[in-house]
């Protein structure tokens, strides 16, 4: 008999599912599993979803329920969450933790952290998709006198080319910076603009705006004060940046930016990506793990720049990211004609499938851990 199995969270009424990464986990554990709210039920908040499903499911896969302790009615849905987990062990039912990133990107507070702890001690399985979060959540669990090899590290999966109106082959031509990808000499940014992706001081960086650069970036930015700085920066002369430097200088090696605050579909993206030199992720130290973004660029056939940190490190050891330590190194790749060996990314590509993913668990409960 087939095991049900509950994803947290569920899609919310206003936004249904802005990050893809739940809707392929669904489709690809439907294989294993008996999949709960497979059909993507919108509900109002995520407490109350959890609480509903925490009478129903076998097995719960947990992620970012830590940050409902910044969503509306953060207590009473931080209540449901505890009487949740009383159902859940009540029934002896196993939960699963993703930890995908060490802090919420909003910040801390007892109610983040509490609900951190819970998952970390009640989790069966914790899972990370960067070493460096696999590590903090060691730590964190030898801390709370828990064993610590119940932490596994996964790469994040990618999704498979075809899913995205592509193939393996598409995708690795644009990787190689051969004719048939027809790259130009644009730095790309994509994504939802947000404060810790790092994109007002990447533009307004004295080093950048020097270095002859020309970047594009296209990703909506709701954040309307944050929207106004960055057009502010890229259409300001910022003259002090260029002191010293001469008229010529200035001219000559001046970095161009185009912002367009809105999204794009996978189609125009996937043109965008294979016709840039690099997509680049300036997120700000301690912002970010892992990221569905830097996955998706890969593939569409992109070759990802980012900090050497959490999944960007892991990424670069497998050779199909390039990572930076500092602001001139990363304006150094960003100059260069570096690229990624396509054969490299295709067996990537090919072992870390969402299909992988899921057999992965699927052994993992078959085998009574």
Known sequence: MRKKIYVSPSANRKNGYPNRYFVFLKENLAEYFDVLDADNEPYLTQGWALLKHSFKADIFLLSFVETIAFHKLAFAQYLMVRLSFLIMRLRHKEIVFIFHNPRPHK????????LTKLQLKRSCL?????????????????????PPDKVRYFCHP??????????????CRGSSGGEDSARTGEILIWGNILPYKGVLEFVTSPAVRRAGLKVRIVGRCKDASLAADIEKAIVSDDSAGFAGFGAEASTAHRSTFVFENRAADFDELAGLIRSSRFVLF?????????????????????????????????????????????????????????SINPEVLRDFIARNSWHSFARFFADFFASGH
């Open 126 to 146: 914790v899972i990370s998709h960067s070493c460096e979060t696999a590590s903090f959540a060691r730590v964190l669990l030898s801390e709370y006198g828990c």
């Open 282 to 338: 300036p997120y700000l130290p301690g912002s970010v793990s892992s990221s569905g973004v830097l996955m998706d660029t890969l593939t569409m056939g992109g070759s990802p720049v980012g900090p050497a940190i959490g999944a960007f490190a892991d990424l670069a050891r497998e050779d199909v990211c390039f990572v930076y330590g500092s602001e001139a190194e990363m304006v150094e790749i960003l100059k260069s004609g570096r």
């Open 107 to 114: 910040g801390e507070n007892w109610m983040s952290r509490s």
């Open 158 to 171: 990618v999704v498979e080319p075809a899913a995205v109106g592509g193939s393996a082959a598409d995708a």
